[in-house]
């Protein structure tokens, strides 16, 4: 009898019209497990970017390279000016030059980035961007716990903004107003 049955399911396989539909069932279910294995990589790498330097929730926000940064200078003692320019990081004096990207700007939300040892350097509100000085980078997290803050990332001179219409902006620093 056993003979019989694997008979029968050899004639279905070789079936071009019966087996056309278990063919495509199985593709589909091997695309589905690819596309989830795929996702899943995705998540973890960009879970593990920040996760990699810190736990907290609000490094979601910060740049990797900033978070390297503050990883580098409080478990190995550099200096913040050596560390940074080792990894290609511009400094002010003994500060680091930051831009802060938020969701809505104005005065209130500037009012709240004046943190003690922030010291705001230009504020854009075409581009709801704060161009910053922090000496301290332990003073990333609460800057990046302030709601209306989207991201923080190092200022790199000059700002080029691609609009969704895929045109170039360029507003360098000092364009519209400045804040001391």
Known sequence: MPHLHVAR???FVHNPHASTGLWT????ALLCLVLTALNACRSQSEFSKAARYTSAPEAQKITVNLLRLD???RTRGTPLPTAAAAIGIGT???GVPLEIFTTKINSAVV??????????RHVSKPY???????EDLALLFPLARIREV????PAYGATTHITAQGGLNIEPLGGDSHAS
């Open 25 to 28: 069932v199985w593709l589909v």
């Open 128 to 134: 709801q961007r704060v161009s910053v000085v922090i």
């Open 111 to 120: 009012k709240k980035l004046h943190l003690p040892g922030v010291r705001v």
């Open 150 to 153: 989207r991201m923080i990332s």
């Open 9 to 11: 399911l050899t004639r």
């Open 71 to 73: 990883h580098q200078v």
């Open 92 to 94: 002010i004096g003994n």
